[in-house]
């Protein structure tokens, strides 16, 4: 019998929160969006979300396997990864080119960099911007949804946008338009979101803000429109990207203030790039360059310890 | 006529943490324990200097009869708690590592009480402060810091706040509860000298919500009072969320002052006591009996009779476990204290001292911990943390030795109140890691 006693520093009691736990609740918060990709752009859409989910798994296995580190698939997150991308990818993504910019997201961004929580930026963020970098073509061509006439090839309202055109708000909402799998249907996205503010995994700062500057920006912008607004808040990648990846918790600051300068910083500059850059879509841009500030953020927004009221420090 | 409860200013604490409360001994009337056969009470149960043994090998003491005492201002005496023999003097383990003298009694089962047990009589400030430190009373909460310190304050300081800590917020323990249900008027009676000697204009007594029977029993008595003295105790409901009982957490729920960083309470007008203290100073005028008992819970997953015992200080864990009819299955976990802020001891050797208020069992399976994992950097530390700290942050500054930053950041103001471990996904034992930090700050601070 062992009647040694455990001597361990307090507290003794824990929440039974743990990361496998919160990367789950991630994946069921993607799954509406997973459902509507099906539904919108048939069963291709499955072929690359399984595609990037398994080379994601795979990537993070085999890696920590050659580098003899212990293997950490087991917390989901590279699930969450493959899942992230695969929603970046336009249905028609040849499957070859979602395995290499899994290898750029896993490999290169997530495990040289010393693996879960040590990431400078957002693995699946900069896995789709090698992707497009690398294969533009591919990557911008968008079939329609099964649920518009074949001959009928118009651009994502993203583009529509940039040409003084307004798209269908209705359309937009339930996710009938081109686009990348995961980002058309608005609907399905913020079910997800509020699934995670309500399980509280993700705080709402980052989201409202980020959204908020946006539409901000886009009423400025358009001198008052408010349908013009409306339009850029539930078109491109704005509703996935502040739900699901501005909101990553290694990649964005850990404090309230540093959130919300980071998610300003995110608006800001999505919304200068989609009126006044030479691209349609800056929500990935945008992210990642925030991504890179969060130490700066961070420091200059460390919180005031209890009791440090007028105490120089 | 009715005493209105004031819902606390604030409604609840920055961060936190949502513990489960487990006070399953909250209705277990308080028993009193047989006298052991031999006791150990160690020379300090309290912070300052540690007390001398003023009695010898061989010498016959009685109940009350000083047994320890020290010249420091900051210390308190320690009383026999039961008649015998003094048996030995000897380096005993304490509680949180290292060793203190402790004296060895060896009871004779007779329980005679010492003829220097008489009642006080209390006139003015100067009175009650040397009433407090003869009764050897220390906050009884848990830090343990001599009362009668805490009844001195400086001569710039102007009191204006009593507030009686009633909150318990840590899990399991029921001792505070169990003295509001059970010597209700010793606490009012408590309250009264503090106030009148002190000149203290509000009193309040901070209570969380999920003690309705003691905040209604509590009301009742005020009401009943309330003809004869001036102005009304009142009785401040905090929501329930830990640590909603630590000091500087409470002034503000209650009054809105924040106490600056490296000053005491008074500094902002108040003065903290807790419940079972300003009763036991009250029985001590009236009987003259110091502080030898200490009511404990004594509960957790492996022991077969989970109870609220009065029991002698200097009684051994392995006795208490004993007269509660052992354990139910081999356990893991001894906790002196709560589950959030005890301490684990390492053997049954461990005596309930003076600021203990529970011994918690756990069964194996309630003390293994789950392995700690990387951090994910979620911020729950951050947001939990009601001190406002980032846990997580001075983890890796004390991890490369960063002192400067650690300074800036503040790790000296972290309290160990175990919110931001109690919340890691990632297991990480942070109070452990806040700790060391502290560890490294000082050791880089003295270069």
Known sequence: MDNKLHVSSSPHLHSGASTTKIMLDVIIALIPAGIMSVVLFGFRSVAVIFTCVLSCILFEYGFQKISKKPTTVCNLSAVVTGLLLAYNLPVGIPLWMAVIGCAAAIIVVKQCFGGIGQNFANPAIVGRIVMLVSFSSAMSTFPPTVFMADAVTTATPMQLLANDQTPDVLSLLWGNHQGTLGETCAIALIIGGLYLIIKRVISPVIPVCFMGSVFVMALIKSGFDINFAVCQLLSGGLILGAFFMATDYTTSPINFKGKIVFALGCGIITACIRFWANLPEGVSYAILLMNITVPLIERITTPRPFGWEGIKK | ?447
């Open chain 2, 1 to 447: 006529m009715k005493i209105k409860t004031v819902l606390s200013p604030n409604g609840h604490v920055h961060g936190g943490a949502k513990v489960p409360h487990r006070k399953n001994t909250s209705e277990f009337k308080t028993e009193i324990m047989p006298t052991p056969s031999t006791v150990t009470i160690p020379m300090q149960m309290h912070i300052g200097a540690p007390c001398e043994p003023t009695v010898k090998v061989g010498d016959k003491v009685k109940i009350g009869d000083i047994i320890g005492d020290s010249q420091a201002f900051v210390s308190a005496p320690v009383h026999a708690s039961v008649s015998g023999t003094v048996k030995s003097i000897i380096d005993f383990p304490a509680q949180n590592g290292g060793y203190i003298k402790a004296v060895v009694i060896e009871s004779d089962g007779q329980n005679e009480v010492s003829d220097s047990i008489i009642e006080k009589t209390v006139t003015s400030a100067a009175d009650l402060v040397s009433a407090a430190r003869e009764s050897g009373l220390v906050g009884l909460g848990g830090a343990g810091f001599p009362t009668h310190i805490k009844l001195s304050p400086k001569s710039d300081v102007r009191l204006d706040t009593l507030i009686i800590n009633a909150a318990e917020c840590e899990p399991y323990i029921t001792t505070d509860y169990r003295e509001c249900m059970e010597n209700s008027e010793d606490i009012l009676g408590g309250i009264y000298l503090v106030k009148k000697h002190l000149s203290i204009k509000n009193v309040y007594i901070a209570i969380e919500d999920n003690k309705p029977l003691a905040i209604k029993l509590l009301a009742e008595k005020i009401s009943a009072m309330r003809s004869e003295e001036g102005e009304p105790i009142r009785i401040v409901k905090l929501k329930s969320r830990y640590p909603q009982g630590a000091e500087k957490v409470l002034i503000q729920a209650v009054t809105k002052r924040k106490v600056p960083s490296g000053c005491l309470p008074a500094d902002v007008g108040c003065i903290v006591m807790n419940v079972t203290s300003v009763a036991l100073l009250h029985r001590f005028i009236k009987t003259g009996m110091p502080l030898v008992n200490k009511r404990i819970t004594v509960d957790g997953s492996a022991i077969n009779q989970p109870k609220n015992l009065l029991v002698p200080i200097g009684t051994s864990v392995s006795d208490i476990i004993e007269f509660c009819n052992g354990c139910k299955s081999i356990p893991g976990k001894i906790i002196m204290g709560g589950p959030m802020m005890g301490m684990a001891q390492p053997n049954l050797l461990p005596v309930i001292q003076k600021q203990n208020n529970a011994v918690l069992i756990l069964n194996k399976a309630d003390a293994t911990k789950k392995e700690e994992s990387a951090c994910i950097r979620c911020g729950r530390c951050v947001s939990a943390c009601p001190m406002n700290l980032m846990p997580t942050l001075i983890e890796r500054l004390a991890s490369i030795n960063d002192v400067e930053s650690l300074d800036r950041i503040g790790v000296t103001v972290c309290m160990e109140c175990g919110c931001c471990a109690f919340n890691c996904p990632a297991s990480r034992p942070l109070v452990q890691y806040m700790r060391n930090a502290k560890a490294v700050y000082r050791k880089g601070i003295k270069k």
